[in-house]
Every structure is written in structure tokens, then in C-alpha cells.
């Protein structure tokens, strides 16, 4: 019989509390590390992160969750399914480099969300040539590293059915379902291979089959034959399969009913009464995601010990954990100075929530009394916090109730149309780009200097003046129609506000893995969004009289400052993203006033906040596009409202795009070469568009044939008085010199296009 626990996380962060792993690996990438120095670094985080959470009381500690990108290009490694055109790079680890970004000549593989959340996975592409192997060397080297410290590891696995679920086909039609048979024998070698190393419980993730996807019904029937046919093998470990970000729906009773010995369900994003009707759960352990994984509030400790006490009269083996892995919040509490006493004592990071589950677990084992102390502080603060009168201001709760109450001031489209052709005479196909232009050296070191108090915000101002100078210099050379200042003082396109507004704190030290190397700071909201002055409007004006062309104001929309901050969980999310849509609509009528012809307010996070299952789309689709418009209807029907939208996949969300009601939408479109048009057709979409002419996720300087043939696919599927010229997003990451050459094309190949109407 496996002995069970009583304490666990569904997985930890990985890039190193103070970033350790993204300077080894980007000194690696440069040449300044090589692969033994770089592996010392990566065991070194590792054993922190184990000891550390054995320390804490973890009973349970889950490894093979650190990675050098990213776990799902880990698992196609493990699988033997990275792409064959990475197969000529010397080492395993450059081939698993050159499938996660490329190099001069090999494309890297497609990044998209994790979920819901705001971390990529690399998209592994499985062909009909592809065969399986199983390489297990880096679950089994992670296994003797654990114990060799003396801990008990839980490898992790990603399951087989989301495995495929999230992998693309590149060159067959059927389902890639149909192929799990092809990796069942795979993940029953390495069981085995696991029980022989000692393992008593494996982790196997299938968060796949929280979402309602065309093929749920069929995800769920072959989850129910793969874990019957796993679980019926005699040697392998005990197997925990997990899922997080919602409810498994009619996956779980399926799922308990096979073999498996025990379930992890998070009680954050699911309901925990859906546990109740299911009497195959009474056999198995249950691990309970009562801790949140993913949003950084406290936990309340009584009300969770009850849910536990509920659930352990039901089910009987109850083991408390995290929703879901610890990746999406920064390590630790102990590295921010910045927050007040009343907001720190609310809010609990990864080492604090480790310290719940631990207390939890205590409780639930040894009763409330052994725990009352933990209780009484976290029932304290949760007190401070429902009290802190910045949670609730009441001038603007008055004010969006009364603006909600009143029709919203914008006249129709087209005679929008006509107002702003009066005002705003452009050519035809008129040019423009997405609002940043490349973050230079010189910009990072200004900003760099500011931080450490080298300059005064004097300087600092007078620097990033200087750089708006050169850009709107540059697109006056290059001759585009509609111009941007280019971005230079924003750190982060959500920071950058969230910083201006009440109800908002930054951290000094959040880091959160967002893909790769790549860390974001998410903000985090916990107050009513007031805007104590203007945010922009300086910049704009700056540039603006630098030019007699227009310049557009440029700000950053409700949907996505909620989608990349840590957002309140006191209230409705459309509560908070009206809050924020009012600060954004009074800086728009501050740009306005200040002469902007054209605001751009940007909304690339539209998709991400989409929720899994259809049945709650609707209620979304409603609120985040309210708060748009709400955000976008202060100002004139002379003023031409923008948006930018991209991540390519827009799927559910095609419709709502037209529901935006934008004189114009500048959107992702080079990858799927125009094909969004006829999507935005298909809907009725009637506004002004932009389809991205290039993709500037790549240095590559497109040919001015090759813009123009853009440019004559997107005619073909919108009438010209429509159309945009504009690269797909932001220029932020891209050099200086391919920039300018690409927009200097992008200008040749509109007159070319021009020439032929
Ligand atoms: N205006 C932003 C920029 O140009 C938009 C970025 C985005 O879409 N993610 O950088
Ligand atoms: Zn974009």
C-alpha cells in the first residue's frame, strides 16, 4: 500500500527568486556560459526549491518541474517530438534552444497561452512522419537529485491527452487524439522506469480537459481509456492526475472511475460542491487545490478548513495543495519593500502560500487548535482589508453608475466616418504603426539610472524627449500618414498605468515567468481605480508639436490592464474593469482636449481573459466589451477611436471585435496570411481595419513585393475606405535598422498599391 500525504504544490517557479535562471541561460545563449556552468546553476535552484519546500513541511515534493523554457517543449523532448528541421544542432540542449527560439536559419516553434493565463508554451508540432521515443533522462536525473538530497520526489508529468490537445498537426487532418495510442506505451515505460528509481507517486497533469473544446466529449473518453489502461499496469508508482484552471466537468466521474489513486482539483477555479455526487471519489486521495496558484491574495484559513473538513466526511483521504502550480506568482513576500503594512499583511506570494498549505494541512490533521493563531491573523487582515476605505470610494461608484445609466455619445459608424474624413483628410490606405518603436540601449540605461537614483526624473524626462524627437523625425523621413511617439518612457504597456492610478501597487521584486527568459511585474489591483492626474497627455502633446501630421494618443485598455495585473477577488471582474475603463476614458478626453485627432487604445489581452468553457463566453464577451466602450465613448465623433488587437488565434472572440465599435483595428494578421478578414467579414465587421502587412516577431525585413501582395490580398476582402497599412504590433523588441527598411518598404509598397487603385 503507497503511503499517502498530507501537503503539496502542484509545481514551484523556476526562474530563481532573484532571476538566476534567465541570466544563466541568456549568458548561455550569448556565449559567456557553457553547459556545465549553466547546469550548476539550474541544480542550484532546484535544491532550494526542494529543500525549501521540505523545510516548509511539504510531505510531497513535486519535481521535474523545473525547465529551461518551457514544460511542454520539455515534454516534446521527452516524447522525441521536437521538430526534425532542429535535428543538425550539435547537443540536445542547442537542439532544445533552437526549437524554443530559433536561430538564423530555423524557425522556432509557435508560442501561445498557457490557458488561461498570461504564460506561453512553445506549440509542439507533430507530423504524420513523427515517431514517439522516449527519452526519460531529465525526470530520472531530477528523481536522483531529490534523493540524493534525501527527499521523496514526485516527478511531474504533462499527461498524454493534453500533451496532444495542445500540440498542433502540421501536416494530416484527423485529430491528433487519434495518436495517443502512439504514446501510451511511452508513459508505461516510464512508469515503470520510475517505480524501478523508487518513486512512490507520480504526478500527471491533464489540464487539457478542464476546457470545453470541440473535441471535449472525445478528450474525455480517451483520458477515461488511457488512465484505465495506465492505472491497470502492476509496476508503476501511484498516479496523482491533476487538473487546474476550472472544473473537469464530466471528465471526473470518468476519470475516478478508473485505477488511478488519486485526483488533484483546484477548488479556486472550480466549484468544490461538484465534488459531492461522485462516489468513485471515496476511494481515492484527494488532493485539494483550496490554496490559490495563481492570484496573490491571502487565504482566508477558517472557511478553507471547512471546505477540507467537508470534503474529508465525503471522501476520506484529503491532502491539501495549491490550485494549481506556483509558476504564475513571484517567489516571495520577503523581497518587496514597498508595500504598506495593511496591504502586505492581505496578500500571500509562493513562499506564503506554501506556509497555508502547511497550516492547513496541520489544522485539518491536528485541529482548528493547533493552528489558532494562524487562523486569528489571517481572519485579522482579511478585517483590515474589508475595512481599508481604498477599497471603496464612493465618488466613483456614483459616477459609473450614473455613466452607465446614460446612453453612451458616439453616433453611428459611418457618419463617425464622414466627421473624421472632414477633420482628418488622409490618403488612401493610410499608414501607420502599433505605438512603440525599439527600446534602445540608450532607453534602458536611462531608465536603469533613474531606478538607482544616478539621474532625477528632470534627466530622465529630457532623455526620453530626445528619443521621441528621433522617432517622430524618423517616420517623417520615412513618410507614414498617422504617427505614434514611439513609447520610450513605458517600461510595460500595463505597468506603465498602473503606476499612475490609485488602487494599484507595483512590486519591486514580482517577477512571474511569462515564456522563456521573459519575466513580467504584474501589478497588482486591490483598491477602487482613481486617476489623480493625466497619464499621457504630455507625451502626445510633445510629439504633436514636433509635426504638423497627427499623432495618436496611445493608451492601454481596460481588459488588458486586468488581464496582466493581479486583480482584486472582492468583486466581479467587470466591476473592476469599469473602474479602470473610467480612468482610461477621462485620459482620453484629456487628449482630446489637448488637440489628439486619434486615440489608440489598445486591447491585445481581449482573447486571453476569454473564459475555457463556452457557457460562460457570453457574460464576458459583454462585460469586457462594455468596458471598452465605456473606456472609447467620451470623446467626439470627430476624434477616430483605435484599437490593436493580436495573438493571432481570435476564434470566439471575432464577434465582439466588431461589438468594440473602433473607427479602426489594427490587428495581428501576417501569420495567417489576411485570413482574419474574411473571418471579420464573416461577422459583419463593417469599421475601419488594419491587418498587420508583416510579422515583426522576426528580424526578417519583408521585400516590398511581398507587402504590396498583402496589401492587394487584404483589397480583395475589404473595400479601400477601410483599409489600414500597418505592421502586425509594436516595434519595442525589434533593432533600430530593420525597423526603419521594413517601414521604409511598408511606405514603397502602399504607394505601389496606391498607384494601381
Ligand atoms: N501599443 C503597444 C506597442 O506598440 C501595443 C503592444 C501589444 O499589442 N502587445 O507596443
Ligand atoms: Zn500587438
Known amino acids: 500500500m503507497t503511503s499517502t500525504f498530507t501537503a503539496t504544490v502542484l509545481g514551484s517557479p523556476r526562474i530563481g527568486p532573484r532571476r538566476e535562471l534567465k541570466k544563466a541561460v541568456e549568458s548561455y545563449w550569448a556565449g559567456r556560459l557553457d553547459a556545465s556552468a549553466l547546469d550548476a546553476v539550474a541544480r542550484d535552484l532546484r535544491t532550494q526549491s526542494w529543500t525549501d519546500l521540505r523545510d516548509a513541511g511539504i510531505d510531497s515534493v513535486p519535481v521535474n518541474v523545473f525547465s529551461y523554457y518551457d514544460q511542454m517543449l520539455d515534454t516534446a523532448a521527452m516524447l522525441g517530438a521536437l521538430p526534425e528541421r532542429v535535428a543538425g544542432e550539435p547537443t540536445a540542449l542547442d537542439r532544445y534552444f533552437a526549437a524554443a527560439r530559433g ?29 514517439f521515443t522516449l527519452d526519460p533522462s531529465k525526470v530520472l536525473g531530477e528523481v ?24 498542433k498537426a502540421t501536416d494530416f487532418e484527423s485529430s491528433l487524439l487519434s495518436r495517443v495510442g502512439e504514446l501510451l506505451p511511452l508513459y508505461a515505460a516510464l512508469l515503470g522506469l520510475l517505480v524501478d528509481a523508487g518513486v512512490e507517486w507520480v504526478q500527471i497533469d491533464e489540464p487539457g480537459l478542464v476546457a470545453d473544446r470541440t473535441e471535449s466529449e472525445i478528450a474525455t473518453a480517451t483520458a477515461g481509456e488511457v488512465y484505465r489502461a495506465l492505472s491497470a499496469l502492476e509496476h508503476r508508482p501511484a498516479i496523482l492526475l491533476a487538473s487546474y484552471f476550472g472544473d473537469l466537468g464530466a471528465a471526473l466521474p470518468t476519470l475516478a472511475r478508473t485505477g488511478v489513486e488519486g485526483l488533484a482539483i483546484d477548488l479556486v477555479a472550480g466549484d468544490p460542491e461538484t465534488l459531492a455526487g461522485i462516489p468513485e471519489l471515496a476511494g481515492k486521495h484527494l488532493v485539494a487545490g483550496i490554496v490559490d496558484g495563481r492570484n496573490i491574495w491571502r487565504n482566508g484559513l477558517a472557511e478553507s478548513l471547512t471546505t477540507l473538513e467537508t470534503l474529508r466526511e465525503s471522501v476520506g483521504s484529503v491532502a491539501v495543495s495549491t490550485s494549481c502550480s506556483l509558476l504564475h506568482v513571484p517567489y516571495s513576500l520577503e523581497s518587496e519593500t514597498g508595500f504598506d503594512d495593511a496591504l502586505r499583511s492581505w496578500l500571500a506570494f509562493g513562499s506564503e502560500k506554501v506556509r497555508e498549505v502547511t497550516t492547513l494541512a496541520t489544522g485539518l490533521r491536528s485541529g482548528r487548535e493547533a493552528v489558532a493563531a494562524e487562523l486569528a491573523q489571517a481572519a485579522a487582515a482579511q478585517a483590515t482589508r474589508a475595512a481599508d476605505p481604498r477599497l471603496h470610494d464612493q465618488a466613483i461608484r456614483k459616477r459609473l453608475a450614473t455613466l452607465r445609466a446614460s446612453d453612451d455619445g458616439r453616433s453611428p459608424a459611418a457618419e463617425r466616418r464622414e466627421v473624421q474624413a472632414a477633420v482628418l483628410p488622409l490618403p488612401q490606405l493610410p499608414t501607420t504603426t502599433i505605438g512603440s518603436y525599439p527600446q534602445t540601449t540608450a532607453i534602458r540605461v536611462a531608465r536603469a539610472a533613474l531606478r538607482k537614483g544616478e539621474i532625477d526624473e528632470a534627466e530622465y524626462v529630457r532623455r526620453m524627449r530626445g528619443e521621441v524627437a ?31 492610478l490609485d488602487g494599484f501597487f507595483a512590486t519591486s521584486n514580482g517577477w512571474v515567468q511569462s515564456y522563456g527568459t521573459r519575466c513580467v511585474r504584474p501589478p497588482i489591483l486591490f483598491g477602487d481605480v482613481r486617476r489623480p492626474q493625466p497619464m499621457t497627455v504630455e507625451w502626445t502633446s510633445y510629439a504633436q508639436s514636433l509635426t504638423a501630421k497627427p499623432v495618436k494618443g496611445m493608451l492601454t485598455g481596460p481588459v488588458t490592464i486586468l488581464a496582466w495585473s493581479f486583480v482584486r477577488d472582492d468583486q466581479p471582474l467587470s466591476e473592476s474593469a469599469d473602474q479602470v475603463a473610467l480612468a482610461i476614458r477621462d485620459e482620453t478626453v484629456d487628449l482630446e482636449a489637448a488637440g489628439a485627432q486619434v486615440i489608440q487604445v489598445d486591447e491585445p489581452a481581449l482573447r486571453e481573459l476569454l473564459p475555457l468553457r463556452a457557457a460562460d463566453q457570453p457574460a464576458y464577451l459583454d462585460w469586457s466589451v462594455g468596458a471598452f466602450r465605456l473606456a472609447t465613448s467620451g470623446v467626439a465623433d470627430a476624434t477616430a477611436v483605435h484599437t490593436h488587437l493580436c495573438y493571432s488565434e481570435f476564434g470566439e472572440v471575432i464577434g465582439a471585435i466588431a461589438g468594440l465599435d473602433a473607427d479602426v483595428t489594427s490587428i495581428e494578421a501576417a501569420r495567417s496570411r489576411m485570413e482574419i478578414l474574411d473571418d471579420l467579414n464573416s461577422v459583419g465587421f463593417d469599421l475601419g481595419v488594419g491587418p498587420g502587412v508583416y510579422d515583426i516577431h522576426s528580424p526578417r525585413v519583408p521585400s516590398v513585393e511581398e507587402i504590396a501582395d498583402s496589401l492587394r490580398a487584404a483589397l480583395r476582402a475589404v473595400p479601400v475606405e477601410r483599409l489600414w497599412v500597418n505592421p502586425d504590433c509594436g516595434l519595442k523588441t525589434r533593432g533600430r535598422a530593420e525597423v526603419e527598411a521594413s517601414l521604409r518598404n511598408l511606405v514603397a509598397a502602399t504607394e505601389l498599391v496606391r498607384a494601381e487603385l
Open 103 to 131: 536561430t538564423a536559419t530555423i524557425t522556432p516553434l509557435e508560442m501561445t497561452k498557457w490557458f488561461d493565463t498570461n504564460y506561453h508554451y512553445l506549440v509542439p508540432e507533430i507530423t504524420a512522419s513523427t515517431r
Open 470 to 500: 528621433d522617432v517622430i523625425a524618423l517616420q517623417e523621413r520615412l513618410g507614414l500618414d498617422v504617427l505614434v511617439h514611439g513609447e520610450p518612457e513605458r517600461n510595460d504597456m500595463v505597468q506603465y498605468f498602473a503606476e499612475q
Open 144 to 167: 536522483a537529485e531529490a534523493q540524493a538530497l534525501g527527499i521523496a520526489p514526485r516527478p511531474v508529468l504533462i499527461g498524454p491527452v493534453t500533451f496532444l490537445l495542445l500540440s
